[in-house]
C-alpha cells in the first residue's frame, strides 16, 4: 500500500512536521501533495519545489475551496510550541476549531478523508501515566495554555461530530512532542532551546527544578505513523497516540545533549511556566495493534542528528559556536 495515485492536501505543509511529511509522500508516490500554510510560524524555504507540489498561501481560519479531487487531507496547521501558540491565543484557537471546521467542509464536498494532527495535550497535565487514549484528561481550560489544549479538544469533538452525523472518514492522531531536523532555531521548544544554547557555548535554559517529564518522539517516525494512519483502510473514527514511551526527566535530556554536543553542561534555572505538565508518556498499545507501528528512533540517535542539522545552520550563517566539539 502507498500513495501513489493519491491526491493530499497537507494544510501546515511548510512548518516542521507538515514538510517532512510533504517529503514523506512525494518520496511515496503521490500523485500530487498541495500544501496551505499561512506562514505564520513556518517559511516557504522548508519546501523543495516539485513538479507534483502544488503550495498556496492561506489561513485556514478562513474558508477554503480547490478545484480537483482530494483524497486525503492532514490537518497539521496550527503553531505548536507554547511560546508561539501563546503569543496571538485567538488566532490559535481559531487555528483549531474554525480552521478544522473548514477543512471538514472541504474534506465532505471532496469525499476525501481526513486526518488530524491532535496533542497529548489534549491530556493537559495527567493524573495517570502512561497516558492512554482512553484517558479524558486534566487540562486547564481557563489557563494560558487552553487556547491550545482546549483548542484542539474542540476540534476532536468537531471531527467526531462530522464522523457520526455525516458519516465522515477521519482520524485523529495525538502527537507527543516531535523533534528533529528542520526546528526552527526560535522554536522556543526544549529540544531546540537546549541545542541553540549549548552549541553556543550558554547556560541551558531550564523551567523549574527540570525533573518534569516528556517523552520525545523523532520525526520520521512522527511522519511514519501519520502516514499509516492516512492509507490504513477501517480506521474511520478511530484516535490514536503518536509518540516515543521513552519517557526523560528535562534535566536528563539536557545531560544528554550536553555529551552529544560535547560541552559541559550549566543551568540557569527559570521559572516554570502556569499550568507546564508536569510528566508526560505515551501508551501506544493502540498505534501498534491498529498501525503496527512504534517509535523506532532512540533519542541519542535522533538528538545526533537534529545537533548536526542546527549546528550545520548556525555554521552557515557564522553563528559560530564556541567551544563545541563534532558530536
Ligand atoms: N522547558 C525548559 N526549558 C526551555 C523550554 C522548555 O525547561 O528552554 C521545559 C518546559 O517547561 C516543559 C518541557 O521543557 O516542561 C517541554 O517544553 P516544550 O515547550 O518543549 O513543550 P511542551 O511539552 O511543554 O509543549
Not at 500523485?31 to 498561501?57: C, F, G, H, I, M
Not at 491565543?89 to 476549531?97: E, L, Q
Not at 508536569?278 to 538528538?303: K, N
Request: charged share 20%; proline share 6%; hydrophobic share 35%.
Amino acid at each position: 500500500m502507498s500513495y501513489s495515485d493519491l491526491r493530499v492536501l497537507v494544510a501546515g505543509g511548510a512548518g516542521f512536521i507538515g514538510a517532512h511529511l510533504v517529503r514523506a509522500l512525494l518520496g511515496d508516490g503521490a500523485e500530487e501533495v498541495t500544501v496551505v500554510d499561512n506562514y505564520r510560524t513556518a517559511s516557504a524555504d522548508s519546501l523543495t519545489p516539485a513538479s507534483r507540489l502544488k503550495v498556496l498561501q492561506h489561513d485556514i481560519i478562513e474558508p477554503l475551496q480547490l478545484d480537483g479531487p482530494l483524497d486525503v487531507i492532514f490537518n497539521l496547521a496550527c503553531p505548536a510550541s507554547p511560546v508561539h501558540y501563546q503569543a496571538d491565543p485567538i488566532a490559535t484557537w481559531r487555528s483549531s476549531v474554525y480552521g478544522t471546521d473548514n477543512l471538514l467542509t472541504l474534506a465532505r464536498s471532496k469525499g476525501a478523508r481526513l486526518v488530524q494532527a491532535s496533542t497529548s495535550e489534549v491530556y493537559g497535565d495527567p493524573l495517570e501515566s502512561p497516558q492512554a487514549e482512553t484517558y479524558r484528561g486534566n487540562t486547564s481550560f481557563l489557563g494560558p495554555r487552553a487556547c491550545y489544549d482546549e483548542g484542539k479538544r474542540a476540534a476532536e469533538s468537531l471531527l467526531m461530530d462530522f464522523h457520526r452525523v455525516h458519516g465522515m472518514d477521519v482520524r485523529i492522531a495525538r502527537l507527543f512532542n516531535t523533534y528533529g531536523p528542520g526546528m526552527a532555531e526560535q522554536d522556543g521548544r526544549v529540544v531546540s532551546n537546549f541545542i541553540v544554547q549549548a552549541l553556543r557555548g550558554e547556560a541551558l535554559t531550564v523551567y523549574g527544578n527540570g525533573r518534569q517529564t516528556r517523552s520525545f518522539c523523532y520525526v520520521s517516525d512522527t511522519v511514519r505513523g501519520l502516514m499509516a494512519l492516512g492509507l490504513r483502510e477501517g480506521l474511520s473514527g478511530e484516535v490514536v497516540n503518536l509518540g516515543n514511551p521513552n519517557e526523560v526527566t528535562i534535566l536528563t535530556l539536557a545531560e544528554e545533549l550536553g555529551r552529544l554536543i560535547g560541552v559541559p553542561t550549566s543551568y540557569t534555572h527559570c521559572p516554570v511556566p502556569p499550568d507546564d505538565p508536569r510528566r508526560r508518556c505515551p501508551d501506544i498499545s493502540r498505534a501498534r495493534r491498529l498501525l503496527d507501528w512504534g517509535a523506532e528512533v532512540a533519542l541519542s540517535e535522533g538528538l545526533a542528528a537534529t545537533i548536526a542539522d542546527f549546528r550545520t545552520r548556525l555554521d552557515r550563517r557564522g553563528k559560530t559556536l564556541t567551544g563545541a566539539e563534532s558530536p
